[in-house]
């Protein structure tokens, strides 16, 4: 936005809000003024007409919205449930911002409204600065978050506004990094913790010194409700597997929670009578928490939409490389190199089933390579796949922050380089030549032809789930033994569970 | 929370890869009927009609086999050239391997069971050496992949395998650069033709063991070299035996590879030269 678009009008909304208390008007201008870089996206104002849909629930996205005239209404799916009417100098849209998570509700224009739309990497940098703004967004963001998890409980739909107000400000919101202990088997329960993002693992000393993994619970899920429903110490342990926000509820709160509203009480005395008997089954049987652990482990559980490779069916012809590499400008955005998993097998006696994670983007619930681009060019779409725009200037950061490998570097060439560069079909002599020994012929230009191959760094590559071909992945589409799929994380477990 | 997968894209996973489908019944279906219509025309009306009747059911058994043979055929442009053409491949070769079964009874009943002259015989030849080797293809299709799963420690594509052996190689001939001479004779005259041992290869096959266990046997095996040598080089000798065994192994896997990209080269080339004595037949009959 520019000083002719920052109208009086923006200015007078903006100004009388908490997120940006003391701020003056030539403060404001700046603060929504252009892209620090050239290309990034910058904050617009956007005209909404009435019944049109601004935010999609599930859906993701990259934008924060202010709104400066006009009303919204924010509705809960699939009953339609009204949360909240929201009017000028209310905000919307940060929770997927903040946490990566799909958007948790619906929100519609009521009348004709005038909104800021804030793009993601003006948002990251105005929470860096400390102020009045990110002061009130954390703040919101746990009163929202946590206000979203109880309305998800549908025995809460029914509780007094007021009284859930009253927890949520209560509520506090706890950051722990992997490994960290949540609660500690032993101690005294003071208070319930709700995941708000990331997994954590229960643990639990068995007879005979073993420290056996219980459980693996994740965002939604809560944990730490029996020793305070029960009045004993915590009966395991709970720690991160990565990075884990939690919102803690004191017992006072809890239990003014649980008294005020029976229903409340006896869902919650089902669920922890329900995870006694899981785990008491489990205590028999270790390998499918042991294969669901590992899945949880290594990260796929993040995937929205993992690129699985059969190894018993694949016959590494190196079709899916060839037809990505086809179908985007000559480098392949897989490799077939990754995670290797052994599934276990639902017939008692038959073997595992081996399968690769390939290398390529898993499209994560909360990307780690989103965080910091300095141009915003690595966006989450709203159908959820991550996606890097043109405003790329190759600065490798994504590529660093991806845990797994699965964006890579790669060297802008014109088409008729790229086309150089892709690895061709051998010859028949090729064929003959699997005995060759250092004799009959060193191997050295194999390796100067493979290192030839290493390109200059210039733009971040990574899957887009072949969203310019309607989403036909083109990997999984050229297989011609039915060897790669793409799946998420539920879809994938589920499977495995049901062995189908 | 529940995640709703990627919305436009389609997540799915099954566990037992392979199942038969409703597409595979249908094409199966399709093969079964086709093959007993076919059966049925030669064995019950080929005989039993006038001449220029069974010279037209002849034809027609023919221009049926070639029609599906270029049906068939049609495969390769799918893959080659149209990555994001109409179906999934896996669904195009399914229907190629049941077109190509009733093509190989239509053209089978066409020749009556002969070859004929040397034109037809030639053809026929490469014909059935397509039929066959696309047959060994699916074949090996089921049975290299397991094989090379288990004896892989991690999936390589073949140009890795190449870099990675090469590697392994030069650091087993620089170990040997730098010992002794006896050390560099026994590299070379010991351990250089494990490399490339096809005794060995096969043990992997065989028992599908892994390459911890086989250095450990193959140290065992070693040991006798070790007294020729003085005592400073002993872990030199093992780490080349190590080199060596690593090669092997590759060298196990990158046949694997081989023989997978050698069949459809094989099954590829002898469905060109079919189709160019095919054309040659066609002429030959439609003009002489
Ligand atoms: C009329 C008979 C046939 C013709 C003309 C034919 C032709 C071809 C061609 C041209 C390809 C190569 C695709 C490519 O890589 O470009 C191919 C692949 C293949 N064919 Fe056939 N074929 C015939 C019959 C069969 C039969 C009967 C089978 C099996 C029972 C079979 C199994 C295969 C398999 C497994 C592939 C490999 C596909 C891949 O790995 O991409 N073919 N065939
Ligand atoms: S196309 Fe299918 S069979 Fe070929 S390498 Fe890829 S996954 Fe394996």
Same mark, same amino acid.
């Given at each position: 936005m520019n000083e002719k678009t920052v109208t009086s009008e923006i200015l007078s909304v903006l100004g009388a809000m908490e997120l940006f208390r003391g701020k003056d008007r030539d403060e404001l201008t700046e603060w929504l003024g252009p892209a620090p870089f050239e290309g990034g996206a910058e904050c617009e104002p956007i005209m909404i007409g009435a019944g049109q849909r601004i935010i999609e629930q599930e859906s993701f996205g990259n934008s924060f919205y202010i709104l400066i005239r006009g009303t919204v209404a924010v509705t809960l799916m699939p009953e339609g449930r009204l949360l909240a009417t929201l009017t000028p100098g209310n905000f919307f849209g940060e929770m997927t911002l903040i946490s990566g998570l799909p958007r948790s509700a619906n929100v519609t224009a009521v009348t004709p409204c005038c909104l800021i739309e804030v793009p993601r990497r003006a948002f990251e940098l105005w929470m860096r600065k400390p102020g009045a703004f990110r002061d009130t967004m954390d703040r919101v963001y746990i009163e929202r978050g946590l206000a979203n998890h109880l309305m998800m409980i549908p025995e809460l739909a029914a509780i007094e506004p007021q009284l859930l107000r009253d927890v949520v400000k209560k509520a506090r919101l706890r950051i722990y990094s992997k490994d960290e202990t949540i609660v500690q088997e032993g101690d005294d329960g003071d208070s319930l913790f709700l995941i708000r993002d990331g997994y954590v693992r229960v643990v639990k000393n068995m007879a005979g010194g073993e420290r056996r993994t219980v459980a693996y619970l994740k965002d939604g899920a809560y944990f730490g409700e029996s020793a305070l429903l029960r009045a004993e110490r915590r009966s395991a342990s709970v720690f991160a597997m990565g990075k884990v926000e939690v919102i803690q509820v004191m017992k006072e709160d809890f239990f003014a929670l649980v008294n005020r509203n029976e229903r409340i009480a006896d869902h919650l005395v089902r669920i922890d009578q329900k995870r006694q008997e899981a785990e008491q089954a489990s205590a028999g049987s270790t390998t499918r928490l042991g294969f669901v652990g590992e899945v949880v482990e290594r990260g796929l559980?993040?995937?929205?939409s993992a690129l699985v490779i059969h190894l018993n069916a694949c016959t590494r012809c190196g079709n899916c490389v060839d037809a990505c590499a086809e179908l985007h400008d000559g480098i =392949? +955005?897989?490799? +077939?190199h990754g995670m290797l998993f052994e599934a276990p097998s639902r017939a008692p006696q038959s073997a595992p089933e081996p399968f690769l994670v390939a290398t390529s983007c898993m499209h994560c619930l909360d990307p780690e390579c989103m965080i910091g681009c300095p141009t915003g060019a690595i966006t989450r779409d709203v159908n959820g796949e991550v996606v890097i725009q043109d =405003?790329?200037?190759?600065?490798g950061n994504c590529a660093r922050r991806c845990p797994y490998g699965n964006i890579s570097m790669a060297d802008a060439l014109p088409q008729a380089e790229l086309e150089k560069q892709r690895t061709g079909t051998p010859t028949i002599g090729g064929y003959l030549?699997?005995? +060759?020994t250092p004799e009959n012929e060193p191997m050295m230009h194999e390796i100067e032809k493979n290192n030839q191959k290493a390109v200059v760094q210039r733009i971040a590559v990574k899957c887009d789930l072949c969203r310019d071909y309607n989403y036909n992945h083109g990997c999984v589409h050229n297989c011609p033994y039915s060897a790669i799929e793409r799946t998420d994380a539920e879809t994938f477990l589920d499977a495995l569970r049901s062995g189908q | 929370m529940k995640v709703a997968p990627i919305k436009a894209s389609r997540s799915r996973f099954s566990a037992s890869w392979m199942r038969s489908g409703r597409i595979d019944y249908l094409w199966q279906t399709f093969a079964v009927l086709s093959v007993a219509g076919l059966s049925w025309l030669y064995f019950s009306m080929y005989g039993q009609l006038p001449p220029d009747r069974n010279r037209v059911l002849v034809l027609a058994f023919g221009c049926a086999g070639t029609i599906l043979a270029v049906l068939a055929a049609s495969l390769s442009v799918r893959k080659r050239l149209a990555y994001q053409g109409v179906g999934k491949l896996s669904a195009w070769l399914n229907a190629h391997i049941y077109i190509g079964i009733v093509s190989a009874f239509a053209i089978l009943y066409h020749s009556g069971f002969r070859m004929g002259s040397p034109v037809p015989a030639i053809l026929l030849s490469f014909y059935w050496f397509t039929i066959v080797s696309g047959v060994m293809g699916l074949w090996l299709s089921r049975k290299v992949p397991p094989l090379l799963t288990a004896i892989e420690e991690n999936p390589a594509i073949i140009e890795d395998l190449l870099s990675v052996r090469a590697e392994c190689l030069r650091g087993m001939l620089e170990l040997a650069a730098g010992g002794s001479a006896k050390f560099s004779a026994l590299v070379k005259d010991s351990l250089l033709p494990q490399t490339a041992s096809w005794k060995r290869m096969g043990r992997f096959y065989r028992n599908r063991t892994t390459f911890a266990e086989e250095i450990s046997a193959f140290q065992k095996e070693q040991e006798w070299a070790l007294g020729w040598l003085a005592a400073p080089e002993h872990r030199a000798y093992q780490r080349a035996g190590e080199y060596a065994l690593r090669v092997n192994k590759m060298n196990a896997e990158l046949l694997l590879h081989r023989v997978m990209r050698g069949w459809l080269t094989i099954h590829i080339t002898t469905t060109a030269a079919m189709f160019g004595f095919a054309a040659l037949h066609i002429f030959s009959v439609l003009y002489y």
């Open positions: 559980v993040k995937a929205t =392949s +955005r897989l490799t +077939r =405003s790329c200037i190759g600065c030549k699997f005995w +060759r | -």
